[in-house]
């Protein structure tokens, strides 16, 4: 799967709240993008600058390799020209997160030429995104319950280090590189919309309204769209619709065709509204059901039982006799397309 191809649901890219700030950044990007015609760029004393691998909402991610000990790394890259700087951000909450399984090591940060923002962590693998469309776009009972025991993990970590995270979509979680020790591990990226929901003193942040929207409208909770202050509920409820996307193939409120942003953002809110969970999880095994009342009847405070659920999806699965073997829908089928060649080459440019 090319890259380029990231993004092929335009309601997806569309659905990125943070769009206007980050159209901005791209065509800063693309405007004082002297990265392709310089021969070299290195950034920090050792990360060669390669061709670019992702295009995200407010930059783009290259490959890069060090030249050290020959490693490729990936390099999230930031105009400083551009307002809103959230790299640096980024990187003081991936030292927060510190090193843990399922989340890139980072390297480097510093600046390029002047120029740009640049972050430097370890090069991983294709997006659960990429993934899905690999799969067909549907994943199996089997895969969407691994990939919601290991979330749950990673996100209970993310919370004990006071940060909620607020960009829950199929594209911020990729998995190890195919064929590497890693391959089987899913990982936590892009911490751009994260946010600490504990301060100095260990106080939870106050519950607020009015807030302007942070996330991805297709996931986001609806206390999100009603403009409420996030908190871990908000994390834990857009990974449900997410889970329930991935059983499904698609969620109701998909695939409105309206120009205008606003608009297309109240009916996803009321399309959500309306849909009751029965509806939304019709079908699938009650547990999601499950998932969904819990997580949405959390007070605003609240800490999740993540141990409850995890136990509840792990009991499902060993009553549906699935093997804890860590093989996914993708095992064994990442080889055979486009994107193992392309994401094995490392380039220049
Ligand atoms: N460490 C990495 N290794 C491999 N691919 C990555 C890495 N970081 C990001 N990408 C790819 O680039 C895309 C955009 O990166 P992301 O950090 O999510 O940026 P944005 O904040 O702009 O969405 C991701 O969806 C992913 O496909
Ligand atoms: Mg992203």
């Known amino acids: 799967m090319a890259r380029s191809n990231t993004n092929n649901n335009v309601n997806n890219t569309m659905d990125n709240v943070r769009g206007s700030v980050m159209s901005e950044n791209r065509r800063i990007l693309m405007q004082s993008s002297n990265l392709s015609s ?4 290195i950034v920090g ?24 000990n020959d490693e490729l790394v990936a390099i999230k890259l ?11 951000l980024e990187q003081k909450f991936y030292r927060m997160i510190g090193v843990c399984d399922g989340f890139p090591k980072v390297f480097y940060y510093g600046q390029i030429e002047q120029k740009y923002n640049a972050l430097v962590m370890e090069y991983l693998g294709p997006s659960l995104e990429e993934l899905f469309n690999i799969c067909g776009r549907t994943f199996s009972l089997k895969t969407v319950l691994l990939i919601a025991i290991s979330l749950l993990t990673r996100f209970e970590h993310i919370y004990e280090r006071n940060i909620i995270y607020r960009d829950v979509k199929p594209e911020n979680f990729v998995i190890g590189p195919p064929s590497s020790r ?24 106050p519950y607020r309204e009015h807030k302007s929207l942070t996330g991805t409208a297709r996931y986001m909770s609806v206390n999100t769209h009603l403009g409420r202050e996030q908190s871990r509920r908000d994390d834990l409820e857009a990974l449900g619709h997410m889970f329930v996307y991935f059983l499904r193939g698609s969620l109701p ?16 809110k ?37 141990e409850w659920l995890r136990k509840m999806f792990r009991d499902l699965f060993d009553r549906r006799g699935f093997v804890d073997d860590s093989v ?12 193992a060649t392309s994401r094995n080459s490392y380039q220049q440019q």
Not at 45 to 66: A, L, P, Q, S, Y
Request: proline share 2%; with cysteine; charged share 30%.
């Open 253 to 268: 409120w998909q695939g409105i065709r309206v120009d205008n942003a606003k608009e297309r953002y109240r009916q996803i």
């Open 78 to 88: 930031e105009p400083m020209k551009s307002k809103h700087h959230q790299l640096q």
């Open 38 to 41: 310089t021969n070299l760029v």
């Open 270 to 306: 009321e399309i959500k509204r309306s849909t009751a969970i029965e509806v939304l999880c019709d079908g699938q095994p009650e547990e999601i059901a499950t998932y969904m009342k819990y997580v949405k009847k959390l007070d605003f405070y609240e800490k999740p039982d993540y």
């Open 328 to 339: 996914f829908d993708w095992t064994g089928r990442l080889h055979h397309t486009s994107f």
């Open 45 to 68: 004393t050792n990360f060669k600058v390669g061709r670019k691998i992702g295009r995200g909402n407010f930059g783009e991610v290259r490959m890069g390799k060090n030249i050290a």
């Open 182 to 205: 890693k391959e089987k591990t899913i990982f936590v990226i892009d911490f751009g919309l994260a946010k600490e929901y504990v301060d100095e003193s260990g106080e939870h942040i």
